[in-house]
């Protein structure tokens, strides 16, 4: 299992992202995937996965300003987060094999992207 983070980077408060992800190595239109940040504190989040069936979860402190998706041709995943908040500061892991329903406990994780709101 491979996942690549790409499109993080800086950006001022109230602006807008996308990070996406590359998959390989397994079926990836039969797994949900998700994304987990880590603060600079240490803290991790799931802050949004999306099911095989595409139906979504997204954690409050991102709902409705965060998209998730997935294209099963190209195997990959993005999000795409508007109206970023300092808050938003941190690494964001792509993650497959979901283990707990919490949404921050997964098998396969990417290497991350930085994310900077200031």
């Known amino acids: 299992v491979q996942l690549v983070e790409s499109g993080g980077g800086s950006v001022q408060p109230g602006g807008s992202l996308t990070v996406s992800c590359e998959a390989s190595g397994f079926v990836f239109e039969n797994y949900i995937m998700g994304w987990v940040r880590q603060t600079p504190g240490g803290e991790r989040e799931g802050v949004a996965a999306i099911e095989s069936d595409f139906s979504t979860y997204y954690s409050d402190s991102v709902k409705g300003r965060f998209t998730i998706s997935r294209d099963n041709v190209r195997n990959t995943m993005s999000i795409q987060m508007i109206n970023l908040k300092p808050d938003d500061t941190a690494v964001y892991y792509c993650?497959?094999?979901?283990?707990?329903?919490?949404?921050?406990?997964?098998?396969?994780w990417g290497r991350g992207t930085q994310v900077t709101v200031s």
């Open positions: 993650v497959t094999d979901i283990t707990n329903r919490d949404y921050a406990s997964w098998n396969y």
